[in-house]
């Protein structure tokens, strides 16, 4: 298995940044996909940003142009790097991976999550 760990959340005032960051361990061959997903009482999980391990992003219209997704493949590491954060950006942050296991199997991982709170 797969795990994932995020980190970097916390409360910021609008207008405000924050950098998240999630870490992958266990049994991996390899990573394809990472990305963040978001979640609101009430409401289901949404898509955020990608990216794939030759660098190609995807991005929520919701964040282009506040947010910036990166990854570093050697220590199996994504971040979100958060701009002019929006109260409606509040939020708990999920980190996903898409990959093989060392036995090559297709993994599908998601972090615990990790709430990010902006105030107005």
């Known amino acids: 298995q797969v795990q994932l760990v995020e980190s970097g959340g916390g409360l910021v005032q609008a207008g405000g940044s924050l950098r998240l960051s999630c870490v992958a361990s266990?049994?991996?061959?390899?990573?394809?996909?990472m990305g963040w997903y978001r979640q609101t009482p009430g409401k289901q999980r949404e898509f955020v940003a990608t990216?794939?391990?030759?660098?190609?992003?995807n991005y929520a219209d919701s964040v282009k142009g506040r947010f910036a997704i990166s990854r570093d493949n050697d220590k199996n590491t994504v971040y979100l790097q958060m701009n002019n954060l929006k109260p409606e950006d509040t939020a708990v942050y999920y980190c996903?991976?898409?990959?093989?296991?060392?036995?090559?199997?297709?993994?599908?991982?998601w972090g615990q999550g990790i709430l990010v709170t902006v105030s107005s």
């Open positions: 996903n991976s898409v990959g093989l296991d060392s036995d090559f199997r297709g993994e599908r991982a």
């Open positions: 990216i794939s391990t030759g660098g190609g992003i």
């Open positions: 266990g049994n991996i061959y390899i990573i394809n996909d």
